[in-house]
């Protein structure tokens, strides 16, 4: 079988250039050849403005069609370039998993009134004042698209919040009045109730918004032939619509089709409740270990590197982790800022890559760019992508038992010759580790193929050797 791996292919300060499908479809047989089995492109459908990265969303059936909000193409480019490079990726064996946006609307196109409530930031059970009449651009009429793909419009009443009376300019939380409105139940408690996150939240406890939505999900598979999506901000979003969401379009598309669901809590019981609440149609994001591989690169070799893995997804429940080192929200200036330092990303790369659980996400800015900055972790996430591709395969001994260099055996199976590898990890001094392979393995010559190391490893007739790694890096072992 092969290794999958997914790359997020896009980062934070992408240029508004309308390249990236471009650069896409050029990009899709090196994808395949490294290994790439799957890409997560951004919010590919029409934000509030050209340069937003796609997370304001606007208009979901426009992905670069029509001319609305100044612009026909998106931050990325027009809908019949993203055709395109779904068509090469396709044609290169690679799928395509979009990133999904429906907490919340952008842009609205004309201004509405009703009845609302200001409530408390740091609890929104809690009024801040009474309700009253406010104004907010909650009219969506999409005048560029009309009623083409669907005439569905978008009013107040489909929305639970706003962040803003227009009419005042008084900006806030403020919770929609009428009758059955209020915030979502089957949402994260964080603030007392995490249904808000930002501009107009979609009310998804509306029949008449759940039933829209589902209808687009359906629409944009089978218009593009997605293989699967990307489902953001699941904490604020009601459990209970995502799992009947994702229910439907499995229902259609079929159950390979694929969900991930960005879920941005270090509790892991908070996404042990989630994955129950939605009858594990998605997996998540191990954002424990992303946080475990942030506080280890800031700690160094203060860091204990035997609790690597404690308190993670990928160790409590490995079918559903999806684990990742860095990603858009984790880069500098964002809210949810924790990028992993870089002296510690080939250490965080080299166990997602090559641990036998887990589905590794390799993120654009670490491998090609971020913020318009060359990156300097391609050569090594190339070795790292060869070895998973040829080596990273069979059952596995952990070797987590020293605080400053552990590891793991990879022992190979029947179907990939001379598979199986030996990964060493320092936080600290360059260290090593006798290790025995078994006697089937006597007499072998290894060596260590990222070119840290020159001197091989020859094991003796038990089949053991000493294995070294370098201080503050990593050493990958394999069969000469």
Same mark, same amino acid.
């Given at each position: 079988?092969?290794?999958?791996?997914?790359?997020?292919?896009?980062?934070?300060?992408?240029?508004?250039?309308?390249?990236?499908?471009?650069?896409?479809?050029?990009?899709?047989?090196?994808?395949?050849?490294?290994?790439?089995?799957?890409?997560?492109?951004?919010?590919?459908?029409?934000?509030?403005?050209?340069?937003?990265?796609?997370?304001?969303?606007?208009?979901?059936?426009?992905?670069?069609?029509?001319?609305?909000?100044?612009?026909?193409?998106?931050?990325?480019?027009?809908?019949?370039?993203?055709?395109?490079?779904?068509?090469?990726?396709?044609?290169?064996?690679?799928?395509?998993?979009?990133?999904?946006?429906?907490?919340?609307?952008?842009?609205?196109?004309?201004?509405?009134?009703?009845?609302?409530?200001?409530?408390?930031?740091?609890?929104?059970?809690?009024?801040?004042?009474?309700?009253?009449?406010?104004?907010?651009?909650?009219?969506?009429?999409?005048?560029?698209?009309?009623?083409?793909?669907?005439?569905?419009?978008?009013?107040?009443?489909?929305?639970?919040?706003?962040?803003?009376?227009?009419?005042?300019?008084?900006?806030?939380?403020?919770?929609?009045?009428?009758?059955?409105?209020?915030?979502?139940?089957?949402?994260?408690?964080?603030?007392?109730?995490?249904?808000?996150?930002?501009?107009?939240?979609?009310?998804?406890?509306?029949?008449?918004?759940?039933?829209?939505?589902?209808?687009?999900?359906?629409?944009?598979?089978?218009?593009?032939?997605?293989?699967?999506?990307?489902?953001?901000?699941?904490?604020?979003?009601?459990?209970?619509?995502?799992?009947?969401?994702?229910?439907?379009?499995?229902?259609?598309?079929?159950?390979?089709?694929?969900?991930?669901?960005?879920?941005?809590?270090?509790?892991?019981?908070?996404?042990?409740?989630?994955?129950?609440?939605?009858?594990?149609? =998605?997996?998540?994001?191990?954002?424990?270990?992303?946080?475990?591989?942030?506080?280890?690169?800031?700690?160094?070799?203060?860091?204990?590197? #035997?609790?690597?893995?404690?308190? =993670?997804?990928?160790?409590?429940?490995?079918?559903?982790?999806?684990?990742?080192?860095?990603?858009?929200?984790?880069?500098?200036?964002?809210?949810?800022?924790?990028?992993?330092?870089?002296?510690?990303?080939?250490?965080?790369?080299?166990?997602?890559?090559?641990?036998?659980?887990?589905?590794?996400?390799?993120?654009?800015?670490?491998?090609?760019?971020?913020?318009?900055?060359?990156?300097?972790?391609?050569?090594?996430?190339?070795?790292?992508?060869?070895?998973?591709?040829?080596?990273?395969?069979?059952?596995?001994?952990?070797?987590?038992?020293?605080?400053?260099?552990?590891?793991?055996? #990879?022992?190979?199976?029947?179907?990939?010759?001379?598979?199986?590898?030996?990964?060493?990890?320092?936080?600290?001094?360059?260290?090593?580790?006798?290790?025995?392979?078994?006697?089937?393995?006597?007499?072998?010559?290894?060596?260590?193929?990222?070119?840290?190391?020159?001197?091989?490893?020859?094991?003796?007739?038990?089949?053991?050797?000493?294995?070294?790694?370098?201080?503050?890096?990593?050493?990958?072992?394999?069969?000469?």
């Amino acid at each position: 079988m092969k290794n999958g791996v997914l790359m997020q292919y896009f980062e934070w300060n992408l240029p508004n250039d309308g390249y990236l499908w471009k650069q896409l479809k050029e990009d899709a047989s090196h994808l395949s050849e490294i290994g790439v089995t799957a890409v997560w492109i951004p919010p590919a459908y029409k934000a509030d403005e050209q340069q937003d990265e796609g997370y304001a969303t606007y208009d979901l059936y426009d992905f670069g069609e029509f001319d609305q909000k100044g612009t026909v193409r998106t931050k990325y480019g027009t809908r019949e370039e993203l055709q395109d490079a779904i068509k090469a990726l396709h044609d290169n064996n690679v799928q395509v998993i979009l990133d999904v946006v429906l907490n919340h609307k952008a842009g609205g196109d004309y201004p509405e009134t009703f009845e609302a409530v200001l409530v408390n930031p740091d609890n929104r059970n809690e009024e801040d004042g009474e309700p009253h009449e406010i104004e907010a651009y909650t009219g969506y009429d999409f005048p560029g698209r009309g009623d083409k793909y669907s005439s569905f419009k978008w009013h107040w009443y489909h929305f639970s919040g706003v962040g803003c009376d227009t009419s005042t300019g008084t900006e806030g939380i403020f919770r929609i009045l009428g009758d059955g409105k209020g915030w979502s139940k089957g949402v994260d408690s964080e603030n007392g109730n995490y249904d808000y996150l930002l501009a107009n939240d979609i009310d998804l406890d509306s029949p008449e918004v759940t039933e829209e939505l589902k209808r687009w999900s359906v629409w944009a598979a089978t218009e593009f032939g997605f293989d699967g999506f990307r489902m953001d901000a699941v904490k604020h979003m009601d459990s209970n619509f995502t799992r009947d969401f994702l229910k439907n379009i499995k229902g259609d598309r079929g159950e390979k089709f694929y969900a991930v669901s960005e879920y941005w809590s270090s509790e892991l019981d908070s996404l042990a409740d989630f994955l129950e609440a939605v009858d594990y149609e =998605t997996d998540l994001f191990d954002v424990p270990l992303h946080f475990n591989f942030y506080i280890a690169s800031e700690k160094g070799a203060d860091y204990d590197m #035997r609790t690597l893995l404690d308190g =993670t997804l990928v160790k409590q429940n490995c079918l559903s982790a999806v684990t990742f080192v860095d990603n858009h929200d984790s880069q500098p200036g964002s809210s949810l800022e924790s990028e992993v330092a870089d002296w510690f990303k080939p250490i965080a790369y080299a166990l997602i890559l090559l641990m036998r659980e887990g589905y590794p996400v390799i993120f654009y800015g670490d491998y090609y760019s971020e913020a318009r900055v060359g990156s300097s972790h391609r050569v090594i996430l190339d070795k790292l992508l060869e070895a998973r591709r040829v080596y990273a395969y069979g059952d596995e001994n952990l070797l987590f038992d020293d605080p400053n260099v552990v590891g793991l055996v #990879r022992h190979g199976d029947i179907e990939h010759d001379n598979s199986g590898l030996v990964l060493l990890m320092s936080n600290n001094e360059d260290g090593c580790k006798n290790i025995n392979l078994g006697a089937n393995h006597a007499g072998e010559t290894w060596y260590e193929m990222t070119g840290s190391i020159t001197d091989e490893v020859h094991l003796d007739e038990n089949g053991a050797g000493v294995f070294n790694v370098k201080g503050r890096n990593i050493a990958v072992w394999v069969k000469r």
